[in-house]
């Protein structure tokens, strides 16, 4: 069974950081692509970071040179840091397996998420 565990998440102001944790109980965690996904108020979740395997990393155009997403594969964790936080950035952030390569590809396991506000 699959857990996903993000922690992290709070209230900060424009032009802050942040760095986003999660937990991952899988067996051969180190096989998989993993991502973070957003979900901002009103809009779909998506993908905004990944890292492979291999440990190539993929962004999305809105995080591009502000996130950088990496991973542990001896603790089996994945990180976010965010950092110049916009409030575009507000949501619920997740952590989960990822397809960069398939846009409309969506993992069926997620954990509970992280809650991130940016605003003044």
């Known amino acids: 069974q699959v857990q996903l565990v993000e922690s992290g998440g709070g209230l900060v102001q424009p032009g802050g950081s942040l760095r986003l944790s999660c937990a991952v109980s899988?067996?051969?965690?180190?096989?998989?692509?993993m991502g973070w996904y957003r979900q901002a108020p009103g809009k779909e979740r998506e993908l905004v970071a990944s890292v492979s395997a291999g440990g190539s990393l993929y962004y999305a155009d809105s995080v591009q040179g502000r996130f950088t997403i990496s991973r542990d594969n001896g603790k089996s964790a994945v990180y976010l840091q965010m950092n110049n936080l916009k409030p575009e950035d507000t949501g619920v952030y997740y952590c989960?397996?990822?397809?960069?390569?398939?846009?409309?590809?969506?993992?069926?396991?997620w954990g509970q998420g992280t809650q991130v506000t940016v605003s003044s």
């Open positions: 899988v067996s051969s965690f180190r096989h998989y692509e």
């Open positions: 989960s397996f990822a397809n960069h390569l398939a846009t409309t590809w969506m993992p069926a396991s």
